[in-house]
């Protein structure tokens, strides 16, 4: 029998884990800003992620409004992400203290945040190209990229009747993440 090459496993890891912790991040701000819960996206989203929920809700029920299941599970997530990559690549556990591991995961919570909202950003921008009719995705969308777009519209106004926003955020967005390479090197891409 053969051995599966560890970088198809290191692949399919980051790849489950960076899903997951993009649908629980999704799940966490479409519970926030989007009240409407019979909208049919918010509900994908709901039930994509209602098998790793569901379970530790049973624990950690919502408390006044916050989504607690869903936090502690996002928090686990982009905690254990670094330390197993790490061990999937070296075979070794790295041993950093908690201050570290938490500002690690405070990193991986960040790349992933920024990788979430240019997508949407990305996905928006495409969208308005075509005439299409309104739909759930679409109002989820508008939704949750106006909360970054229109602080900055208020800054930069279009040109020539041409909003340039979604590619000023994106040029940010890309800026912060060299920045980030810069600052980690070794760190950026492992997470």
Request: net charge positive.
């Amino acid at each position: 029998m053969r051995f599966i090459n560890m970088s198809v496993v290191i692949f399919l890891f980051r790849n489950v884990i960076d899903i997951l912790i993009l649908m629980l991040i999704l799940r966490i701000w479409i519970f926030y800003t989007i009240q409407n819960t019979y909208n049919t996206f918010a509900t994908f989203i709901n039930m994509l992620s209602k098998p790793i929920v569901q379970p530790i809700k049973t624990f950690f029920p919502n408390i006044k409004n916050i989504e607690l299941s869903s936090i502690i599970i996002l928090v686990v997530l982009i905690n254990i992400k670094y330390p197993i990559l790490m061990l999937l690549n070296t075979k070794n556990i790295p041993f950093h203290n908690f201050i570290t591991l938490i500002f690690i995961g405070f990193l991986v919570l960040c790349k992933s945040l920024g990788y979430l909202i240019f997508w949407l950003i990305t996905i928006r921008s495409v969208f308005s190209w075509f005439n299409r009719k309104s739909n759930d995705f679409d109002y989820i969308l508008i939704v949750l990229t106006n909360q970054i777009i229109q602080p900055i519209q208020k800054i930069i106004l279009p040109i020539g009747n041409v909003d340039i926003t979604p590619f000023i955020i994106s040029l940010m967005l890309y800026c912060m993440n060299f920045v980030a390479m810069d600052l980690f090197p070794q760190l950026w891409f492992i997470i």
